[in-house]
């Protein structure tokens, strides 16, 4: 099986992000020469070559100072090489290997409410894109989006009858958010007052340049800094004010709750707060 067709394959999967076909194309690329230097194909990868490419990913550099790949690089390069497998070969042909040492994932620090006013306080300001960088902060911490998913969203995606917004994520998976009232707020007087004066011809995208271009990732995080972060705020403060982490799943997008579990420390805080308030022997 010729490993960089198959590579090749894989990342114009409409199932992959941008962002995601982005960073797997080198991992591959990578995990292509690695078996051409062994002359390997994928269908002579077994569980002990997936051991021996781990641990060489997993050494020091040779030939520069000792430096070993960071414990996410590691993760992301080893499920890049799980997911081609799996859409190669099949489910079944996943080398069924456990890599001790991995560490939890850590989140970056969520801003409490009162940081995150401060910093949206700041963006103020009634000229054009004063008003779209505040519309699209609300929008992102009041929904949880992530960058590519704002800079998505068209027209047609927020209700503001019913107060919704329709997000496209990941994969092309769509879900349903609810529009907070100050996004709400924010995002009308963005699309009454100052969208119309940026605007160049028939243009469905919500958030536009200074030139009425689509607003690109890179632009919105020079507007709005670590929008992760402030995803993170939104899961962190919904779960400390009382909701549960299935709901949690579904705001975020997330296809698997084990990946909303990286909140269930504060889901632990939350509860054992209940707890105490509630049970008559706490």
């Known amino acids: 099986m010729n490993t960089s067709a198959s590579v090749e394959r894989f990342l114009a999967s409409p199932a992959l992000s941008d962002s995601t ?16 230097r062994r002359g390997l194909d994928l269908e002579a990868f077994d569980a002990r070559a997936f051991a021996a490419y781990a641990a060489e990913l997993g050494a020091d550099r040779p030939g520069r100072t000792p430096r070993k790949l960071a414990s996410n690089t590691l993760a992301r390069k080893l499920a890049a090489v799980r997911s081609l497998l799996r859409a190669s070969l099949g489910p079944t042909r996943v080398p069924d290997l456990a890599l001790g040492g991995r560490k939890r994932r850590r989140l970056p620090h969520a801003p409490q409410p009162a940081e995150t006013d401060s910093l949206l306080e700041a963006l103020s300001g009634d000229e054009p894109l004063a008003l779209r960088n505040r519309a699209l902060f609300e929008l992102v911490y009041s929904a949880g989006l992530r960058a590519q998913e704002a800079a998505d969203l068209e027209l047609a995606d927020v209700d503001f009858e019913a107060e919704l917004v329709r997000v496209r994520g990941k994969g092309g998976k769509e879900r349903v958010v609810p529009l907070g009232e100050e996004a709400s ?33 890179s632009t919105l995080r020079r507007v709005v800094p670590n929008p992760h972060r402030l995803r993170h705020a939104f899961a962190t403060h919904l779960l400390e004010g009382g909701a549960d982490l299935r709901t949690i799943q579904e705001l975020l997008g997330h296809s698997s709750l084990s990946t909303t579990q990286v909140y269930s420390h504060v889901d632990a805080k939350r509860l054992r707060r209940v707890y105490d308030r509630s049970h008559p022997r706490s």
Do not use: C, H, M
């Open 21 to 36: 076909r982005r960073a797997y194309r080198g991992d591959l690329q990578e995990f292509a020469n690695w078996l051409g």
């Open 185 to 217: 707020f924010r995002l009308r007087g963005y699309l009454e007052r100052a969208r119309p004066s940026l605007a160049r011809g028939a243009e469905d995208r919500i958030f536009l340049s200074v030139r009425g271009k689509p607003l690109d990732t």
